[in-house]
């Protein structure tokens, strides 16, 4: 397949650049999905329900995917580097003043706030860094980067739940703040903007609207964020984020619960994250590389598609709990694997899109408005799947609403597939 810009160069630290947006991603996704190994602890603590507890997790992703437009402002402005290495430090500060809260409303400002706002600062501008790196190879690029968020989601709720198993969970939780200290602001440290006279030149700045203002003389190509808000391709793209949200993240607050009422012993339920983490890392790296030849779009719509598919197995492991027990861990097992490997490529796909559609020049600014149609969900879809399952026992409704959330969300991803974002490998 013959590159649309055969001559664009890709430099040797654009890959440098990606793999300290995957050691950071790892960090930050590792902490907040970690919240799994602390849902026990938290409830015992301090004589939560699990709504409650829930919330903890929701506050915490309504706000760096709210804020997340912030981060990518700030970075936009400043630079990645300084922008990413605060949002470290800030993830750091809200572990410590978790292993010294003394009620629930404390860990709601500290894990809930504190993180959020931390995650807020790394998220966007860590992944917007990439993409202008790249031409040929962006989906590629974005799928390994992304892959970071599987790797921590894999391996950091599994280092935390063995530091539970051998230390109060006040003293686990100062351990991954030194990790943070250490390996995030390392991480953070090696991004680096992209040199405008070597950026790659953005494929979609001509998709996203014939007759639109040409960038700025020494600003990278594409369009401002004021002229991407002016395109229905980032509406269609934005409702299919807002729908998509609540099937994305009630898995990660409830399914290690969900395997616990079955009768599965707590490291193996915690570990149903871990397998989520792996599916996500299949995911990215083969989404992201398959994208780029059977169009970003198309392959969105199919990941979406394959999110809502998945719950079936979740579905059926609900409704054999009660007669198999700990049997039922092969279904939850192969559900972790199964929608993990949706929710990897999704999150893979939508930044590539973005530089595809709008490109580089808001281009962490683009990504972190889009992001904010996650907020409502991340919030109210693990905090209503708890109130649920309280009220009623189960999680049979939570498990039929995210399959048909998932269906309006297909249909909103087909919106943005256009002849051009379908065709040649250029979604």
Known sequence: MTPEHPTAQEPPYAWVVVWACFGSLAVIFGVAYSFAAFFESFARE????????????????????????????????????????????????????????????????????????????????????VQPWFTRRRGLASGIASAGIGAGTLVVPLVASALIAALPWRDAMRLMALGVLVLGVGCAWLMRRVPVASAPLASASASAGAGAPRAAVNAPPGLTLRETLRQRSFWWLYAA???????????????????????????????????????????RFAIGALADRLGRGLTLVLMQVSMGASYLLWGASAALGGSLGAGTYPLFALFALWFGLSYGGIVSLLPALCMDLFGARALASVIGTLYSGAALGNLLGPVLAGRAFDQLGGYGLVIGVGMALSVLATVASARVVTPRAGAGGRG
């Open 241 to 283: 984020t807002v729908l998509a949200a609540p099937t994305m993240f009630v898995p990660f607050a409830h399914v290690s619960a969900a395997a616990r009422d079955a009768g599965i012993d707590n490291a193996a339920a915690v570990g149903l994250v871990g397998l989520i983490g792996i599916g996500s890392l299949v995911g």
């Open 46 to 129: 301090f004589d939560a329900q699990r709504a409650d507890v829930s919330l903890v997790f929701g506050l915490c992703g309504l706000i760096y995917f709210v804020l997340g437009v912030g981060g990518g402002l700030l970075a936009d402005r400043f630079g990645p580097r300084v922008t990413c290495v605060s949002g470290m430090v800030l993830i750091a500060t809200g572990l410590l003043g978790t292993s010294l809260s003394g009620s629930m409303g404390a860990v709601y400002l500290s894990y809930g706030v504190c993180i959020g706002l931390g995650i807020a600062l790394v998220y966007t501008p860590a992944i917007g860094c």
